[in-house]
T-cell receptor
C-alpha cells in the first residue's frame, strides 16, 4: 500500500497564526482527502483535494479557513488559517490509490493552539 | 454530517476474551471498512467488505457486511494486549470515495 508522510507530526501554535500541513505519498494516487479528528472524537472529512483544481469542501468547512493545494498526484497541503483554540485537533491526510484499494491514512498532525 | 453509530462506545475485557462490536447506519453503503487507531497514529485498515452478507477474516479478526447494507460487525477472538486501541467503522458508496466514519469503540484490556 502507499506510504504516506505528513509534516509536521505535531505543533503548538499561537492564536491568530496559520500553519500549513504537508502530505507526501510515495506513489501516484487517484484521490487525496483531509480529515479532522477533534479530541476524543471520530474523523470528519474536511475536503477532497483535487489535482489541478479547487478542493471540494464538506458542509461546515470553507476555503478561507482551510485552503488546500494539490499540485500533483503525490502531494497536497492543508493550511489552518487564523487559528483559535477550537482548531486544536489531529489533522489527517488519506489517499485513495484507485484500482479497488481502500483509503489509507497518514499518521496525522497533532495541532495545539494556545 | 452523517455519522455511523458504533456500539459499544467502550469495552473493558480480560486478555483472551472474545470481542464483538457493531456499526449501524440510517442509510445503505456499498462498502464497509474497519480501521484501528493506536495512540499517536493514524487509522490502519483492518478489513474491507464489498458485498452484502460477506464474511471476511483477517487473522483473529472477522467482519461481516450486514445483509441490509445498513450495518456491519467486527469480532476479535482471543484478545491480546496489542488489540488495545480505538476501532472505527467507515462506509462509502461506489463512485463516491468519501468515507463516513463511525463514532468509535475504545477497547481496553484489564490486566
Amino acid at each position: 500500500s502507499a506510504v504516506i508522510s505528513q509534516k509536521p507530526s505535531r505543533d503548538i501554535c499561537q492564536r491568530g497564526t496559520s500553519l500549513t500541513i504537508q502530505c507526501q505519498v510515495d506513489s501516484q494516487v487517484t484521490m487525496m482527502f483531509w480529515y479532522r479528528q477533534q479530541p476524543g472524537q471520530s474523523l470528519t472529512l474536511i475536503a477532497t483535494a483535487n489535482q489541478g483544481s479547487e478542493a471540494t469542501y464538506e458542509s461546515g468547512f470553507v476555503i478561507d479557513k482551510f485552503p488546500i493545494s494539490r499540485p500533483n498526484l503525490t502531494f497536497s497541503t492543508l493550511t489552518v488559517s487564523n487559528m483559535s483554540p477550537e482548531d486544536s485537533s489531529i489533522y489527517l491526510c488519506s489517499v485513495h490509490p484507485g484500482g479497488g484499494q481502500p483509503q489509507h491514512f497518514g499518521d496525522g498532525t497533532r495541532l495545539s493552539i494556545l | 454530517g452523517q455519522q455511523l453509530n458504533q456500539s459499544p462506545q467502550s469495552m473493558f475485557i480480560q486478555e483472551g476474551e472474545d470481542v464483538s462490536m457493531n456499526c449501524t447506519s440510517s442509510s445503505i453503503f456499498n462498502t464497509w471498512l474497519w480501521y484501528k487507531q493506536d495512540p499517536g497514529e493514524g487509522p490502519v485498515l483492518l478489513i474491507a467488505l464489498y458485498k452484502a452478507g460477506e464474511l471476511t477474516s483477517n487473522g483473529r479478526l472477522t467482519a461481516q457486511f450486514g445483509i441490509t447494507r445498513k450495518d456491519s460487525f467486527l469480532n476479535i477472538s482471543a484478545s491480546i494486549p496489542s488489540d488495545v486501541g480505538i476501532y472505527f467503522c467507515a462506509g462509502n458508496n461506489f463512485g463516491n470515495e468519501k468515507l463516513t466514519f463511525g463514532t468509535g469503540t475504545r477497547l481496553t484490556i484489564i490486566p
